[in-house]
């Protein structure tokens, strides 16, 4: 009988740390990385860039399906993300795209047509996966599952020093608005809504440095594998 490669998840909200702490422990451990909603950001993109709704639910499964989506490392070891050629890396990280993203996310069809591409992502050594549904839905035989939570004002002042930084322009309170607006949907929508089950690990991140979190995720997961007698 061949066994599944491990899988370790991340699930939270947008702004707790999640996608930091997943390439994190993917460096660290040498696995491969799934970066969710990267998934549901470049189908976002890929409407957009194509002059279609995400209204238009006719052909919308098989038009997701045909995309070419790449994940790859450029000279400098930066990962990449490509669609039809084209580097999208840096234009999925706007708040436009992400607002689009989150509304796309909501859609059954668009839900079905990624699930078995996120699934093609469990190869071995192991997987670490990043998202809204990673535990409770896509990988519910997880190996461990984290769900990472911060305070709202938190998120807001992570996310907006993170465009800062990169040059892009926002205002605090649209910055809220777009957030709030987000957790409502996640959490309310009906396939797959972004929640914390029972065997999750949860980690509020809000007075946290990123090496203090890094260090709590790292012990539980060390202290799993060693039980399992699964290689560090």
Known sequence: M????????FDGPSGCGKGTMAQRVAQELQWHLLDSGSLYRTVAWALDH????ENELEGLGEFIVDLDIQFKFNSINEMRLLCEGIDITSE???EACGLKASKVAAIPLVRAALLK?????RQLPGLVA???????????????????????????KRRYNQLKEKGISASLQEIQDELKERDYRDQHREISPLK?????????????????????????????????KVSL
């Open 2 to 9: 061949v066994h599944p490669a491990p899988v370790i998840t």
């Open 50 to 53: 194509h002059h279609r709704s």
């Open 92 to 94: 999925i990280r706007t």
């Open 117 to 121: 591409r996120q699934h093609q992502f």
């Open 130 to 156: 990043d998202g809204r549904d990673m535990g409770s839905v896509v990988f519910p035989d997880a190996l461990i599952k984290f769900y990472l939570t911060a305070s709202p004002e938190e998120r807001v």
């Open 196 to 228: 914390i089950t029972a065997e999750m690990i949860e980690i509020d991140t809000t007075s946290l440095s990123i090496e203090e979190v890094f260090k709590q995720i790292m012990q539980a997961i060390k202290g799993k594998l060693q039980g399992l």
